[in-house]
């Protein structure tokens, strides 16, 4: 069974880089049926989505966010991780990441999210 | 503002049906049959209840059924128990090859 799970510093800093990383169990990030992916919810707020990456290292990002994040894979460690730099308050949010199944475009296995503050 | 529309809560008595929501437009719902419904109890991982409109997962209870009409996509909830109370979102994907969800429904068993 698939299980993925978030880990990273719950607080940072404004105008810093929010770092994230999503470990894989159960499975590969080398699957070629599957994208792996971040989403997020700001207090309050509906869910985000943030992008994805391929085991290959093709990424797409929302168009909202895409000049300040970067989701890379690291197939070694059956994992794949979040930057988002450059953040304020309004990153603020549980993020999650997420398993997409190819052929239905659907988030299948979800993480249970971490919480990130960002605060001075 | 969430880009798809959802009642912020719906509420129903253990055996009722009830029906929550999703409207978008012609280039996510309308456009696509890739909408997917989720079950989230806060702090835990969300969990897929139907994708491709109205398909199930395995294992997922023939109680939940999706559906959709023009740009609005229902999921329903027949027979209700109480452990069905959770929040709901829905997901779609769109037309410029990203996926947007709800503002998330909050189901109560009264």
């Known amino acids: 069974q698939v299980q993925l799970q978030e880990s990273g510093p719950g607080l940072v800093k404004p105008s810093e880089t929010l770092s994230l990383t999503c470990t894989v169990s159960g499975g590969s990030v080398t699957s070629g049926s599957h994208y792996w992916s971040w989403i997020r919810q700001p207090p309050g707020k509906g869910l985000e989505w943030i992008g994805f990456?391929?085991?290959?290292?093709?990424?797409k990002y929302n168009p909202s966010l895409r000049s300040r994040v970067t989701i890379s894979v690291a197939t070694s460690k059956n994992q794949f991780s979040l930057k988002v730099t450059s953040v304020t308050a309004a990153d603020t949010a549980v993020y999650h990441c997420?398993?997409?199944?190819?052929?239905?475009?659907?988030?299948?296995?979800w993480g249970q999210g971490t919480t990130v503050t960002v605060s001075s | 503002q969430s880009a798809l529309t959802q009642p912020a809560s719906v509420s129903g008595s253990p055996g009722q049906s009830i029906t929550i929501s999703c409207t978008g437009t012609s280039s996510d719902v309308g456009g696509y049959n890739f909408v997917s419904w989720y079950q989230h109890h806060p702090g835990k991982a969300p969990e897929l209840m139907i994708y491709?409109?109205?398909d199930r997962p395995s294992g997922v209870s023939n109680r939940f059924s999706g559906s959709k009409s023009g740009n609005t996509a229902s999921l329903t909830i027949s027979g209700l128990q109480a452990d069905d109370e959770a929040d709901y979102f829905c997901s779609s994907y769109t037309s410029s090859t990203t996926w947007v969800f709800g503002g998330g429904t909050k189901l109560t068993v009264l």
């Open positions: 997420a398993r997409i199944v190819d052929e239905t475009n659907v988030f299948d296995i």
């Open positions: 491709g409109v109205s």
């Open positions: 990456i391929y085991y290959s290292g093709t990424t």
